[in-house]
Nanobody, 128 residues
Framework: QVQLEETGGGLVQPGGSLRLSCRGSGINLDLYAVGWFRQVPGKEREGVAFISANDLYLWYDPSVKGRFTISRDVPKNTVYLQMSSLEPEDTAVYYC?????????????????????WGQGTQVTVSS
């Protein structure tokens, strides 16, 4: 049984940093694409950052480019989302996802329907 467990959410002031972790069990995350969606009440889930199955492709939402970094720790079977210069608009529930995606293009947004495996979500709140 595949499980994705997110940790690292919380409350942070504007301009601060957080690191989200997504640990896989029942799946070797190194063989799959991993990414993050986020959702606020009343809105659809939106893609934030993704890393392809072969690590050759990264995708970031334009609103987080230069502030967020996605990376893998293969021995720990974990993917991280380092978030810096956080803004109140980053407040959302963040979901880790995984599936067999080999390619990302800057002009094509990842869609939730493309991912079979989801974590339970972790709340990130950016507020003073």
């Amino acid at each position: 049984q595949v499980q994705l467990e997110e940790t690292g959410g919380g409350l942070v002031q504007p301009g601060g940093s957080l690191r989200l972790s997504c640990r896989g069990s029942g799946i070797n995350l190194d063989l799959y694409a991993v990414g993050w969606f986020r959702q606020v009440p009343g809105k659809e889930r939106e893609g934030v950052a993704f890393i392809s199955a072969n690590d050759l492709y990264l995708w970031y939402d334009p609103s987080v480019k230069g502030r967020f970094t996605i990376s893998r720790d293969v021995p720990k079977n974990t993917v991280y989302l380092q978030m810096s210069s956080l803004e109140p608009e980053d407040t959302a529930v963040y979901y880790c996802v995984s599936d067999a995606v080999a390619y990302y293009s800057d002009d094509v947004r990842p869609l939730p329907a493309e991912y079979d495996w989801w974590g339970q979500g972790t709340q990130v709140t950016v507020s003073s």
